[in-house]
């Protein structure tokens, strides 16, 4: 089945010590997104690629970064973690693009993150 | 900046019983809505799309309607199941991608 991966599932990180997320996709979808979801709170989009063009959301932090070296796999770097950085971490796919009728997301089971 | 809201936050129904959850935004520019549910500690899983030029979209016991010009939709799920407890989260989609914060479901058995 077509599917959007995210390993793995839960990761703990130590203050201040670099971790990467990773999401694959088998969907061939263009676009790849990446959320960050805290306790109770609604998914907040932190940035997306449409293809090899990197968009990021005005009020994310430049303690995230992303990469996406092929259209399958699309990295959440998080340079030196926060305690207010433990959250779900949510990667989406689509087809098509913000602004665009049919952008319909799919997303991937997610990754939690622990700060100790 | 587009604000979207769902009420209730949390709703509690007996088995069988026919249900609305409320989604409301406040900028009428949007290109499509969608329909998401999320259980426990996962992910989301998509349930409807509705495209700004359409009213109403339905999938076996789910039907979501939208009324874009009031910024306003709502999600029917009829005869209600205990498996369909989970979060139930709208967003909306312009050129940007907005979540409301959910309405949590009970369905007691």
């Known amino acids: 089945d077509a599917m959007v991966i995210q390993n793995p599932r839960y990761q703990v990180t130590q203050f201040g010590k670099p971790v990467t997320l990773s999401c694959s996709q088998t969907?061939?979808?263009?676009?790849m997104y990446w959320y960050q979801q805290k306790s109770s709170q609604a998914p907040k989009l932190l940035f997306h690629?449409?293809?090899?063009?990197?968009?990021n959301e005005a009020d994310t932090p430049d303690n995230f970064q992303s990469r996406r070296p092929n259209t399958s796999f699309c990295f959440l770097d998080i340079r030196s973690p926060g305690l207010g950085d433990a959250a779900m971490y949510l990667c989406?796919?689509?087809?098509?693009?913000?602004?665009?009728?049919?952008?319909?997301?799919?997303f991937g089971p997610g990754t939690r993150l622990t700060v100790l | 900046k587009q604000e979207v809201t769902q009420i209730p936050a949390a709703l509690s129904v007996p088995e069988g019983e026919n249900l609305v959850l409320n989604c409301s935004f406040t900028?009428?520019?949007?290109?499509?809505l969608q329909w998401f549910r999320q259980d426990p500690g996962k992910g989301l899983t998509s349930l409807l799309l509705?495209?700004?030029?359409?009213r109403e979209q339905t999938s076996g016991r789910l039907n979501a309607s939208l009324d874009k010009s009031s910024g306003r939709s709502t999600l029917y799920i009829a005869a209600s199941q205990p498996g369909d407890s989970a979060t139930y989260l709208c967003?909306?989609?312009?050129?940007?991608?907005?979540f409301g914060t959910g309405t949590s479901l009970t369905v007691i058995p």
């Open positions: 989406a796919t689509s087809t098509y693009g913000l602004g665009s009728l049919y952008n319909e997301q799919f």
């Open positions: 969907l061939n979808h263009n676009v």
């Open positions: 690629y449409y293809d090899k063009d990197f968009n």
């Open positions: 900028d009428s520019a949007i290109y499509n």
């Open positions: 509705i495209q700004s030029s359409q």
């Open positions: 967003a909306v989609s312009g050129n940007q991608f907005y």
